[in-house]
């Protein structure tokens, strides 16, 4: 299993698809699983909406299960890549507890390194289109015509919590426990940092050749 980590706006949405076609494994997100569980109406899906509908925070042993569960799929079993979890230290220790009770392991974090500004930089810089969230960064990869969205013509915009003073109150919130994930990661060496300030193709390349060195297949 694969655990990719990064701060807001590092790429990991835009490497994790990259990752998931080339290895044929799923990429798994909480959000998405959370949401797919309540819908479901299984029975972690339930218990996970009993502190959501109160707007509490689902326990991190109650996550961590919702994303066994989904290991347990067929398209899963072989491998898969973990997209924004876990987020704290406490995440990361209660998901070995749960992996190493059902035979599993994380085999390698990828944590993608950007520094604060650039990030700041990048997310100031990003705008999405109003029909379907297609994303764009004026800087780096600016839409064909000015605030239209090449693919559905639709208008684009900057989102309220991508202005400058959102993103660093963000950054300063969010980057810490990431950085007590990352070392966590590498106490355990399984920890590979990638510059996330490369071309999007060269940070593929290299986290690539970063799973060569795992001992065994995927898990």
């Known amino acids: 299993m694969i655990v990719l980590l990064g701060a807001p706006g590092a790429g990991k949405g835009t490497q994790a698809p990259v990752l998931a076609e080339r290895l ?101 810089n990003r705008r999405i289109c109003k029909a379907n969230g297609h994303v764009y960064n004026l800087s780096s990869n600016p839409p064909q015509a000015d605030s239209i969205c090449d693919i559905d013509g639709s208008e684009i915009i900057q989102r309220p919590d991508d202005d400058e003073a959102t993103v660093r109150a963000r950054m300063k919130e969010q980057i810490p426990p990431l950085l007590e994930v990352v070392d966590h990661y590498r106490r355990r060496g399984v920890l590979q940092v990638v510059d996330g300030r490369e071309p999007i193709s060269d940070v593929s390349d290299r986290m690539l050749r970063a799973l060569e060195t795992i001992p065994g297949p995927v898990a």
Request: charged share 30%.
């Open 24 to 124: 044929g494994i799923p990429v798994l997100a909480s959000g998405d699983l959370l949401r797919t569980a309540v819908a479901a109406g299984t029975p972690l899906g339930r218990e996970a909406e009993r502190y959501m509908s109160r707007g509490q925070l689902v326990p991190d042993e109650t996550i961590v299960r919702v994303f066994l569960d989904r290991l347990e799929q067929p398209d899963a079993r072989v491998g898969a890549i973990l997209d924004g979890f876990p987020r704290t230290r406490i995440q990361a220790e209660a998901l070995d507890r749960v992996l190493e009770e059902a035979g599993r392991r994380v085999d390698r974090a990828i944590y993608i390194d950007v520094a604060t500004e650039d990030l700041v930089r990048r997310m100031a």
